[in-house]
């Protein structure tokens, strides 16, 4: 399994980036895909999930109303709008690939099998 974030860089506050992360290696039809960030000093902390369908959702309270979580089946990408960003939106963000299991815990790092390698995404203000 392969999963390659792209799409961070410098953006001003108040506006958007957008991430894709393009997986590969094998059929996520029955996976959760998750969004995590890290800022420098900080745990790794979850930010949104989806089921690969596209449906339901999942946000962390700190990103609800800014941004969105969805996937791309034709294309195997997962994508994450930000929207109105702010400075502490400001670390490297994760990929990641949910197996089917029986916990419904799609919040925890820990939950997670796969991961991509992470693009940063810094926010000036």
């Known amino acids: 399994v392969q999963l390659q974030a792209s799409g961070g860089g410098l953006v001003q506050a108040g506006g958007p980036v957008r991430l894709s992360c393009a997986a590969s290696?094998?059929?996520?039809?029955?996976?959760?895909m998750g969004w995590f960030r890290q800022a420098p000093g900080k745990e790794r902390e979850f930010v949104a999930a989806?089921?690969?369908?596209?449906?339901?959702?999942y946000y962390a309270d700190s990103v609800k109303g800014r941004f969105t979580i969805s996937t791309d089946d034709p294309k195997n990408t997962v994508y994450l709008q930000m929207n109105s960003l702010k400075p502490e939106d400001t670390a490297i963000y994760y990929c990641?690939?949910?197996?089917?299991?029986?916990?419904?815990?799609?919040?925890?790092?820990?939950?997670?099998?796969?991961w991509g390698q992470g693009t940063q995404v810094t926010v000036s203000s």
């Open positions: 989806i089921r690969w369908s596209g449906s339901p959702t």
């Open positions: 290696g094998r059929t996520f039809s029955s996976y959760v």
């Open positions: 990641a690939a949910r197996k089917p299991k029986f916990s419904n815990n799609f919040y925890a790092p820990n939950e997670y099998d796969f």
